[in-house]
């Protein structure tokens, strides 16, 4: 979940700070991911808040925390996930890539228009009408037009009562306990049976890597994931495999009907002699044969790769002459894959 709000600490008021602490506090409880910008002022009240709540729990950060800052910013902690972004449109797009819905809570001009890039995306979206400011403003918009921008799963008088004042702080724990037990769950519910009936139409990607190599796949398909959502494409691994299926003939099928491939080369999959005599023929069969179909590959690390024959034969996105793993920073390997992601995105189109 992205929070967003009021970034300077002076601007902020009670009820402001009222209701990011107890955003914080209950995303934590109900066991839902943080996106954090890393601003001062609501970002930096909702993520210590988070962050303390977590660890009273004793469950790892890095399971639930992204955190989205500028190369000049601090982060908040040294945990969870850390991804660097230029100081320009990406800080404050960057963000959304990762979300499944966002809460507004007040906010002076840029929460504005960060509510209106999550209502032309239609994703969930809670703005804290009695928090002021931009959410007040969104507030009020999304219930006087709710016919033309309704929140996915719930109705106009569950979403009334954001807008109640926020005076107390029982006032704001009531509120985000109510948005988040009750109306996430809905609208997340809404957002997925759209998306599950839409994966019929939706490109398939099948990405072929070894099980050591998991975390590029998690970290893959975390920046693919707003194209799931929206309908235009599936990504399959071998971990999607159906229980009491035969997973062969499953592999195989996927193998002949998905649209793209995508190969992680590494040392770890050198030694799969399966991927090497099995799926690659195929992909490189169907590179020949299938005008629509693609196979890309991405070099995660150096590795005598030209031992795969035929691959030589096929452009590795971002090249071969450094591998993702030899990038000096986290942000550097995190745009190699957002290079990845535009790529299978740019053959989508």
């Given at each position: 979940?992205?929070?967003?709000?009021?970034?300077i600490?002076?601007?902020?008021?009670?009820?402001?700070?009222?209701?990011?602490?107890?955003?914080?506090?209950?995303?934590?409880?109900?066991?839902?991911?943080?996106?954090?910008?890393?601003?001062?002022?609501?970002?930096?009240?909702?993520?210590?808040?988070?962050?303390?709540e977590?660890?009273s729990?004793?469950?790892?950060l890095?399971?639930?925390?992204?955190?989205?800052?500028?190369?000049?910013?601090?982060?908040?902690?040294?945990?969870?996930?850390?991804?660097?972004?230029?100081?320009?449109?990406?800080?404050?797009?960057?963000?959304?890539?990762?979300?499944?819905?966002?809460?507004?809570?007040?906010?002076?001009?840029?929460?504005?228009?960060?509510?209106?890039?999550?209502?032309?995306?239609?994703?969930?979206?809670?703005?804290?009408?009695?928090?002021?400011?931009?959410?007040?403003?969104a507030?009020?918009?999304?219930?006087?037009?709710?016919?033309?921008?309704?929140?996915?799963?719930?109705?106009?008088?569950?979403?009334?009562?954001?807008?109640?004042?926020?005076?107390?702080?029982?006032?704001?724990?009531?509120?985000?306990?109510?948005?988040?037990?009750?109306?996430?769950?809905?609208?997340?519910?809404?957002?997925?049976?759209?998306?599950?009936?839409n994966?019929?139409?939706?490109?398939?990607?099948?990405?072929?890597?070894?099980?050591?190599?998991?975390?590029?796949?998690?970290?893959?398909?975390?920046?693919?994931?707003?194209?799931?959502?929206?309908?235009?494409?599936?990504?399959?691994?071998?971990?999607?495999?159906?229980?009491?299926?035969?997973?062969?003939?499953?592999?195989?099928?996927?193998?002949?009907?998905?649209?793209?491939?995508?190969i992680?080369?590494?040392?770890?999959?050198?030694?799969?002699?399966?991927?090497?005599?099995?799926?690659?023929?195929?992909?490189?069969?169907?590179?020949?044969?299938?005008?629509?179909?693609?196979?890309?590959?991405?070099?995660?690390?150096?590795?005598?790769?030209?031992?795969?024959?035929?691959?030589?034969?096929?452009?590795?996105?971002?090249?071969?002459?450094?591998?993702?793993?030899?990038?000096?920073?986290?942000?550097d390997?995190?745009?190699?894959?957002?290079?990845?992601?535009?790529?299978?995105?740019?053959?989508?189109s």
């Amino acid at each position: 979940m992205l929070v967003v709000g009021t970034g300077i600490p002076s601007d902020l008021n009670a009820s402001e700070r009222l209701a990011a602490r107890a955003i914080g506090k209950f995303l934590a409880q109900y066991q839902y991911g943080l996106i954090t910008g890393g601003w001062p002022g609501v970002d930096e009240i909702v993520t210590k808040s988070y962050i303390d709540e977590i660890r009273s729990k004793k469950l790892n950060l890095s399971d639930y925390v992204i955190q989205v800052v500028t190369e000049d910013r601090q982060v908040f902690c040294e945990e969870g996930h850390i991804v660097r972004v230029p100081q320009n449109t990406r800080e404050w797009l960057e963000p959304q890539k990762f979300a499944d819905a966002i809460f507004f809570v007040g906010g002076r001009g840029g929460t504005y228009v960060t509510w209106l890039g999550a209502l032309h995306g239609g994703m969930p979206r809670f703005p804290l009408g009695g928090s002021s400011g931009d959410a007040n403003i969104a507030f009020k918009q999304t219930y006087e037009y709710w016919e033309l921008m309704p929140i996915p799963g719930i109705d106009q008088v569950q979403f009334k009562e954001l807008g109640r004042s926020i005076k107390t702080e029982t006032d704001a724990i009531w509120l985000a306990e109510y948005i988040i037990k009750e109306l996430l769950p809905r609208s997340l519910d809404a957002v997925d049976a759209v998306q599950r009936r839409n994966t019929d139409d939706a490109k398939s990607i099948f990405i072929s890597y070894s099980h050591n190599d998991e975390g590029w796949v998690n970290r893959l398909r975390t920046l693919l994931r707003p194209a799931e959502k929206r309908g235009l494409i599936s990504t399959w691994v071998d971990k999607d495999i159906e229980e009491g299926k035969g997973w062969e003939s499953q592999i195989q099928s996927h193998l002949m009907k998905s649209n793209f491939a995508l190969i992680l080369m590494s040392n770890n999959l050198l030694k799969s002699d399966y991927v090497e005599n099995v799926e690659l023929p195929v992909f490189l069969q169907r590179e020949r044969d299938e005008s629509e179909f693609h196979l890309f590959w991405v070099l995660l690390e150096p590795c005598n790769w030209e031992s795969f024959s035929g691959l030589d034969k096929v452009q590795a996105i971002g090249g071969v002459k450094s591998s993702v793993s030899e990038c000096l920073t986290d942000a550097d390997k995190q745009v190699r894959l957002i290079q990845v992601v535009e790529r299978l995105m740019q053959a989508l189109s």
